[in-house]
């Protein structure tokens, strides 16, 4: 790790961090050495390829007399005026995925013409900036992506005139709608200002109908709290659950509300279950790594279960970066002959991050320098930071549909339980982050065999327990086929399971939630190895939540149900603290 640039060692080398810090605070931590080396990269290799050019031309004469046909059909048709007139059909057919024309307004004169010349631009840039012989695959999706976020600025939704809906709106309303937009706007702003949660967030509190599960809890360190959940059968299966989030998120994703809280699910199906509540890092927290995660996040978590537990296994599971974290463990354990887990369960949690979906246009060596440099000054990652980089992701959803109901429909969309877990934020500190960041995204230590964990490196082929492992279908943080990878690090059983839904929905997954699905398969370990695209082949899909099944994997492999164990263990060291969700979920 380039070490220097988080802790500068003299004169000059503080000069460099300060000069970087300035930058990125000036470009909302863009490197813009990387944005200017990927046009370049872009720019030269274009115009070193007339066969390509050539191509893009043919493309844009081709979509140009589409369009003309079009055009030309749909004037017909709305001249002939007659009954039951089929209109022309559309030049572009978007993917069912695409739902941002699917009104039928957009297929009305002139807004069919517009929305469909902005497809076609679409797809004119994209063929522009893919495949284009001897360019950078990075370099191509960052001038790709750059390409798509600019041509979002003018699609035809974002402006009254062009958009039939707001137009049909405000028509109909006689222009309330635009008043009431802009007093969101203004009310909106006005939060900002001050640092007020943002509209809707105050339905919402953790304690009171948000982390609501009872329980207690029994370890407190400078990095963590554990809690152990209150049981509510008479008997509860003798191995525990050990839960392991991801510390860029509160763990409380996994606690929302009552009906789709998985740890209250866990604790009704006869579990005893304990959950890592990291804390909100802030200047104090900047050195910590991710062997302090390990240590005294992991680490110290199982010893406590161990106590209130004793001579049982345990069912770890983890969560996003909290799996991750669970893997290095689980490796470091089966290396050291240390048996005390009975399986690991990996949600949306990548192991090899050689393709780690979108959130690689923001992570190469210039970017994660900006950032160690902003960190260095601050101590952790901001929350802006993070919302920002996952808002661009999905900029149609998060950005300009949020901006279209709210202020041009004048419409605003009540806030539920996910969206208040998601607007509280976390940081992360500065020495974690950058480890993280190089360690695991530029170097891919953990896939590799380099990833040291105690001095000597780890091998996720040494794991030998069975493991359940979850994708989810439009994950933009962990996409599934790389969270898939695992398969090829170890030969251990792996029930691997795939769900419609992203990063977070596709978790918070509760029975009886409508139009859910999965997939799922085991690998036993005398299997072959099945590619992704075979797996999607051959693996059953089947209705509803994943939950359930689950739950029937873990009963599997624990024992008959017996008595619950005691809330802590207060002889050795473990005495309850303090009600659940605790004090660390609380900080802002």
């Not at 807004?111 to 284009?132: C, F, K, R």
């Not at 309303?173 to 009310?187: I, P, Q, T, V």
Request: hydrophobic content about 45%; proline content about 7%.
């Amino acid at each position: 790790m380039n070490i220097h640039s988080l802790f500068p060692a003299n004169a000059t080398e503080q000069m460099d961090q300060r000069l970087h810090a300035t930058v990125a605070r000036a470009t909302s931590s863009v490197s813009p050495t990387l944005v200017l080396l990927s046009y370049i990269d872009w720019a030269t290799h274009l115009a070193a390829a007339p066969g390509k050019r050539l191509d893009l031309l043919q493309l844009a004469i081709g979509q140009s007399l589409l369009l003309s046909q079009y055009l030309e059909g749909s004037a017909m048709a709305r001249l002939a005026h007659m009954p039951g007139q089929e209109p022309a059909p559309n030049p572009v057919k978007p993917p069912e995925s695409d739902w941002r024309f699917n009104a039928p307004e957009w297929q009305a004169w002139p807004y069919n013409l517009l929305h469909q010349s902005y497809l076609l631009s679409e797809q004119w840039w994209n063929a522009a900036t893919s495949d284009i012989y001897g360019v950078s695959p990075h370099h191509a999706k960052v001038v790709g992506f750059a390409a798509q976020e600019l041509l979002k600025l003018f699609s035809p939704r974002n402006f009254l005139a062009t958009n039939p809906q707001a137009l049909h709106r405000t028509v109909k309303e006689g222009g309330a709608n635009l008043l009431r937009g802009g007093l969101y706007a203004l009310d909106d702003m006005m939060r900002q200002a001050r640092g007020a949660p943002k509209f809707g967030a105050e339905n919402f509190a953790v304690g009171r109908n948000l982390a609501v599960t009872p329980g207690q809890v029994i370890l407190k360190n400078d990095l963590m709290e554990l809690i152990q959940y209150t049981p509510t059968t008479a008997q509860v299966h003798p191995e525990p659950v050990l839960i392991i989030p991801a510390w860029i998120m509160k763990y409380y994703i996994l606690d929302l509300s009552p009906h789709n809280s998985l740890i209250k699910y866990l604790v009704g199906k006869g579990h005893t279950v304990f959950c890592i509540s990291w804390k909100n890092p802030g200047v104090a927290e900047r050195d910590l790594g991710m062997d302090d995660y390990l240590s005294r996040g992991f680490h110290a978590a199982l010893a406590a279960v161990n106590a209130v537990v004793p001579e049982r296994k345990v069912h770890a599971l983890g969560y996003c970066l909290g799996g991750t974290l669970l893997s290095i463990a689980a490796a470091a354990m089966a290396r050291d002959d240390d048996d005390r887990l009975a399986s690991i369960s990996m949600l949306a949690a990548q192991t090899d991050f050689s393709e780690p979906g979108d959130l690689s246009l923001f992570i190469d060596h210039s970017q994660v320098a900006l950032l160690e440099a902003q960190m260095s000054d601050t101590g952790y990652l901001t929350t802006e930071q993070m919302a920002g980089a996952f808002q661009l992701l999905r900029s149609d959803y998060l950005l300009w549909s949020h901006l279209i109901e709210t202020y041009m429909m004048g419409e605003r969309q009540p806030m539920s339980d996910l969206m208040a877990w998601n607007a509280d934020a976390t940081r992360m500190p500065a020495r974690m982050h950058s480890q993280y960041l190089r360690r695991l995204f530029l170097d891919n230590d953990l896939a590799d065999g380099r990833y040291p964990v105690g001095g000597k490196p780890v091998a996720l082929t040494d794991i030998r327990l069975p493991i359940f492992c979850l994708g989810t279908v439009t994950d933009h943080v962990a996409p599934w086929r790389s969270v898939y990878k695992i398969h090829l690090l170890t030969a251990a059983e792996i029930t691997f399971v795939l769900t419609n839904g992203g990063h977070n929905a596709g978790v918070v997954n509760e029975p009886g939630h409508r139009h859910r699905k999965f997939q799922s398969l085991t690998r036993r370990a005398c299997d072959s190895y099945l590619g992704p695209d075979e797996w999607l082949e051959m693996a059953p899909e089947q209705a509803g939540s994943w939950w359930p099944s689950w739950i029937a994997w873990l009963k599997a492999r624990s024992s008959a149900p017996a008595a619950p164990p005691p809330m802590g263990a207060p002889k050795q060291g473990y005495a309850a603290i303090g009600p659940a969700p605790g004090r660390y979920v609380l900080e802002k």
